[in-house]
């Protein structure tokens, strides 16, 4: 019913920035959250930033001040800007939304930031 399709990871390096995008299409819906969980090798996946209609934002605590959610609801897009990336940021990055009680997931897009 809902696809997303995520766009924007890639390689940085220490310090530099990334831009994700993950857009929602389909017909007949409307999505309440939006947001991104990422999973690295080793490590317990982790519920990164979301954001509520209502523009509402959170943020785990080790990317406050860095990272950046924002979405465009006529276009069904959220954005997860990264600033000042660290190696442990380094991670498979999932989108979600919500919409009709329902959860539905992008298809992952690798970030890697080099040491």
């Known amino acids: 019913q809902v696809q997303l399709v995520e766009s924007g990871g890639g390689l940085v390096q220490t310090g530099g920035s990334l831009r994700l995008s993950c857009a929602a299409s389909?017909?007949?819906?409307?999505?309440?959250?939006m947001g991104w969980y990422r999973q690295a090798p080793g490590k317990q996946r982790e519920l990164v930033a979301t954001?509520?209609?209502?523009?509402?934002?959170n943020y785990v605590d080790s990317v406050k001040g860095r990272f950046t959610i924002s979405r465009d609801n006529p276009k069904n897009t959220v954005y997860l800007q990264m600033n000042s990336l660290k190696p442990e940021d380094t991670a498979v990055y999932y989108c979600?939304?919500?919409?009709?009680?329902?959860?539905?997931w992008g298809q992952g897009t690798q970030v890697t930031v080099s040491s």
């Open positions: 389909g017909s007949g819906f409307s999505i309440n959250t």
């Open positions: 954001i509520t209609s209502d523009g509402i934002t």
């Open positions: 979600y939304c919500t919409t009709g009680g329902r959860w539905f």
